[in-house]
């Protein structure tokens, strides 16, 4: 089927953060979930919530080395959608024991599953990191997240040199490891 | 500072950073120490970790200003109120410029007129009132034209039209009468496909959102009506415990399920419809509900989303009740007819099954 390989592109191009693969994604698929989130007890703000982190799930799946799609791309954001959007809508008790449509869906719960465990990790992350305190946390995030070479860095934290800019950088690495570690095992 | 040199070593042996003697040297000692290996392993962990986070920030960004993007160039709107609204927001959005050419279009007439009027009203008698009303031919036949080019655009989107939404329909007319869900027809337009997977054009002509009710005429060259429909659609109310069936698609096969009548009345005590019980998935909406004689007693269209095979469907008699509207609705449906003949009664599901299966339908809706 050609519309098969063009999706196959699509999906290629949003594991490679590809902006250009994410619109058309974006593009073909936001209205109709819009549209559900609107229809059944929601707001703007809900459905651009609700969509970006179907697209993330997405994304995530698709970054795993079996990875393989086996429905429409969009069967698959709006089962996701709903199926978040019903969690919710429970948890605020909006819940109204119904929820309009009865579009094709296909299962997602473990992919769901898996998408809450990384989300619950990139916390833990996000807390490790904001607790380091400067200048350990702008040099981390210039290496590790930036992809800032070592003179460069340098360069920008005032350290003399390269080498002194990376024993730093390893002081903080390590206690951002444990940081995280003892986080990350209280989760487990 | 022995640490620092150890966590150099692991990261610049994950990298790959290594000369070919380090490396080996380096996978010895992974070897001899467990700690170290370890360490490793500990350390791999933790930078696909920092890799991950990395990349759902990224993402997240992406999406950010995807999304800023499309709402500038307007191909997303999310234009201001909460949800009840929203539904007619987006309508409005989306016609605004049909209304505003229809409201301009309008205007001009209106002022054309009472100009026109207002220059002979002094001469009540004069001949020249035929001409106006002449003119009034062309103004209303320039409104039709008008109106004819605004039908022919949206009768030609399906050339790029994307799938909306999908569900079941049956046949209630030979000549391709369709009846479906209207919760289903999201778009402009929809396409059957029968159970043997062959599509047909088909065209909206009547929705009722109340009774949640559409019809659809099946539009195509290659349609071959049948040469009867099996079943009646029953007018009365069909009783506590009855044995159903029902027949939909759920996926893009056609599939059977079986329950019985549990409730006379729908969700929330509507009385439109019933409550059945027996496992409807998604897009088993539009499907028909048959009694153990092959008669059709309801549509199915929604279940109860934290119950399990709670489902509803809208009675049958809302059907016939569809039907009058549509011949009301136009002389051109004056001719639709419903089955008169039941012949599946008495007759082994199986058999049942074989017959009805060719009047049940995929509805796919779409829109731009």
Known sequence: ?188 | MDDILLLDAIERYLSGEMSPEERAYFENLRNTTPEIDQMVVEHNMFLHQIADYSANIQIKQTLHEVHQNLLERGDLNEGGALSPKGKVIQFFNKYKRVTAIAASVGGVIALFISGLAMYFSTAVNDPKLEQLGKDLEVVKKNQQYQGDIINEVTSKIPINARLLSGGSGFLVDVKGYIVTNAHILKGTGAIVVNSKGKEFKSSIVLIDHVKDLAILKINDEEYESIKSIPYTIQKNNSDLGEEIFTLGYPRNEIVYGMGYLSAKSGFNGDSLSYQIQISANPGNSGGPVFNKNGEVIGVLSTKQAQADGVTFAVKSKNIHSIIEDLKKSDTAFQRVKLPNKSTLKGVERKVQINKLEDCVYFVKAYGK
């Open chain 1, 1 to 188: 089927m050609k519309g098969d390989t063009n999706e196959q592109a699509l999906l290629k191009g949003l594991a490679h953060n590809d902006s250009k693969a994410v619109e058309i994604i974006y593009k073909d698929n936001f209205n109709m979930i819009q549209a559900f989130i609107l229809n059944n007890n929601g707001s703007y703000d809900e459905a651009r919530d609700i969509f970006q982190e179907a697209m993330i799930a997405l994304y995530e799946k698709s970054q795993t080395d079996s990875f393989v799609l086996t429905c429409q791309i969009k069967t698959y954001l709006y089962s996701v959608c709903r199926r978040l959007w019903l969690k919710r809508l429970q948890q605020m008790g909006r819940f109204t024991g119904s929820v309009d449509g009865f579009e094709e869906t296909v299962a997602v719960e473990e992919d769901l599953e898996t998408h809450e465990k990384r989300n619950a990790e990139f916390v833990i992350m996000d807390r490790a990191l904001n607790s380091l305190g400067e200048p350990c946390k702008s040099l981390l995030q210039g290496y590790y997240l930036k992809k800032m070479d070592m003179n460069a860095l340098a360069a920008e934290f005032g350290y003399t040199n390269a080498d002194n800019a990376k024993n730093q950088k390893y002081k903080c690495l390590m206690r951002l490891k444990k940081l995280f570690f003892s986080q990350y095992n209280i989760g487990e």
